[in-house]
């Protein structure tokens, strides 16, 4: 049988590195955006928090735009990718609905600031990372249409459309309000308390019946 990693050459400590501080900038990137807001942060007060000139980015994006497009597009590939992993793994739709609500639960509370940047940033992105973001961002909303419509099966689209959208607003600004301070998430033990709570309010939503 042929091995699959035959002949792939392991990383050069350069690309590791190189690779690292990607990473490195686009979380920090996230970070800043989310607590100062896109228009007020600059490339040189991103490098300075990496340790690098704000010049030494465009070795890895064209610019503050193209930055906040990778952001977004990466988190919104992470959503998704979770969200289809659910849906393959959970065919039973308590065990999905669980699943879906302790996923968007805790990445929520681990991303609190990437989320306000998901809200209030997308009019800055390129139109081509808008439009890819928005294309994403649909795909896993009807992840969860479809497992909330099961739910309530006899339910308007207008109604499902709510319902999806309110479970994403419970859950995205309460974590946003439980922060301490804007630089300052809440605290692992408070994280502790707030996800099982967060949790229920979020399934007592979806369950709830309309009269």
């Not at 793994?89 to 308590?94: A, D, G, R, W, Y």
């Not at 309110?166 to 707030?194: C, H, Y």
């Amino acid at each position: 049988m042929r091995d699959e990693h035959a002949g792939s050459k392991p990383k050069t400590r350069r690309q590791a590195e190189k690779e690292q501080r990607y990473r490195d900038l686009v979380e920090t990137a996230g970070l800043l955006f989310g607590t100062r807001g896109f228009a007020a942060v600059t490339l040189d007060d991103i490098g300075r928090e990496v340790g690098v000139s704000g010049q030494a980015i465009y070795r890895h994006f064209r610019g503050k735009q193209d930055l906040l497009g990778k952001l977004l597009l990466g988190v919104s590939a992470t959503l998704l990718e979770g969200g289809r992993r659910i849906q393959a793994e959970h065919p039973q739709l308590n065990d999905r609905i669980e699943s879906l609500i302790g996923f968007h639960t805790a990445f929520a509370l681990a991303s609190p600031e990437v989320i306000r940047v998901q809200e209030q940033e997308m009019p800055q992105l390129l139109e081509a990372d808008r439009r890819d973001v928005r294309r994403l961002q649909r795909e896993y909303i009807e992840i969860w249409r479809t497992a909330i419509g099961e739910i309530h099966p006899t339910i308007s689209p207008v109604e499902l459309r709510t319902r999806v959208h309110g479970v994403f607003g419970l859950i995205n600004s309460t974590v946003r309000s439980m922060k301490r301070s804007p630089q300052q998430s809440p605290a692992s033990p408070e994280v502790a308390d707030i996800a099982p709570t967060l949790h229920a309010m979020a399934r007592a939503a979806l369950d709830c019946r309309v009269t």
